[in-house]
């Protein structure tokens, strides 16, 4: 079997690995890179300082690392996140903001878009008794 996958620049190998394990042939293609794009970091960081934003969500690691290079430091932005509500689209990315020093609360079942959303209004919705520290996957 012959498999072609179209994707970005910089990906996990998990998928082409496990595919040529069980003996296909893989052509694993870059269609696309992920960037940065320019910000306003003053505002962004403003926003961040007078506890504006209630909740940052991130769909992927590259989001969460890109959202660290917005800052000066990882320690500025662990410092002007502080305990605002962090959402994650699935375990990959919650390890990767934890590996920043983010607190995960809300990390969605499945990794779609839907799923997240819905994952954070049941946080929210809960938030009178669910714990500071709990994740909530739905």
């Known amino acids: 079997m012959h498999i072609l996958i179209p994707r970005a620049l910089v990906a996990r190998e998990i998928l082409p690995d496990q595919l040529r394990a069980r003996g296909a042939t893989v052509d694993v293609v870059p269609v696309y890179r992920t960037i940065r794009p320019a910000v306003a970091t003053d ?8 506890r504006a934003i209630d ?24 410092r002007l996140a502080g305990d605002t509500l962090i ?22 079942g499945q990794n779609t878009i839907p799923a997240l ?7 929210v919705t809960n938030a009178a008794n669910a714990r500071p520290e709990t994740t909530v996957r739905h």
């Open 87 to 108: 959402a994650c689209i699935g375990s990959i990315t919650a390890a990767t903001a934890r590996e920043v020093g983010l607190r995960v609360h809300v990390m969605a």
């Open 117 to 123: 959303a819905e994952a954070i209004v049941a946080y």
């Open 55 to 78: 909740i940052i969500s991130f769909t992927s690691s590259s989001t969460v690392r890109n959202f660290v290079e917005v800052f000066s430091s990882q320690e500025e932005m662990v």
């Open 43 to 50: 505002r962004l960081i403003e926003q961040l300082r007078t």
